[in-house]
Nanobody
Framework: QVQLVESGGGLVQPGGSLRLTCVAS????????MGWYRQAPGRQRELVAM???????NYADSVKGRFTISRDGAKTTVYLQMDNLEREDTAVYYC?????????WGQGTQVTVSS
């Protein structure tokens, strides 16, 4: 089992920045990916960004150049630095852990971009 705890969501004006943090605990595979999905009202959950334990990354086209994903040295924490936020980024953001045999989700954190 892997537990994921997210933090860092909130209300921000367009053009502003937020940093999301997800801390993982439990039995983690030596090779895994961690990252973020989001779900806006009335829409399907979509990938925002993912990063593997060896540093490979994948970003949604809509966030490239604005969001940056990173992981700590122990590979138990994943961050999402979100800059130049747009109203369309408003959603619940979910942390995701994926290994060869397991997938886990965090509880979600709300990000609202509004003036």
């Amino acid at each position: 089992q892997v537990q994921l705890v997210e933090s860092g969501g909130g209300l921000v004006q367009p053009g502003g920045s937020l940093r999301l943090t997800c801390v993982a605990s439990g039995s983690m595979a030596s090779y895994n990916s961690m990252g973020w999905y989001r779900q806006a009202p009335g829409r399907q959950r979509e990938l925002v960004a993912m990063m593997t334990t060896i540093g490979n990354t994948n970003y949604a086209d809509s966030v490239k150049g604005r969001f940056t994903i990173s992981r700590d040295g122990a590979k138990t924490t994943v961050y999402l630095q979100m800059d130049n936020l747009e109203r369309e980024d408003t959603a619940v953001y979910y942390c995701n852990y994926l290994s060869a045999n397991h997938e886990y989700w965090g509880q979600g954190t709300q990000v609202t971009v509004s003036s």
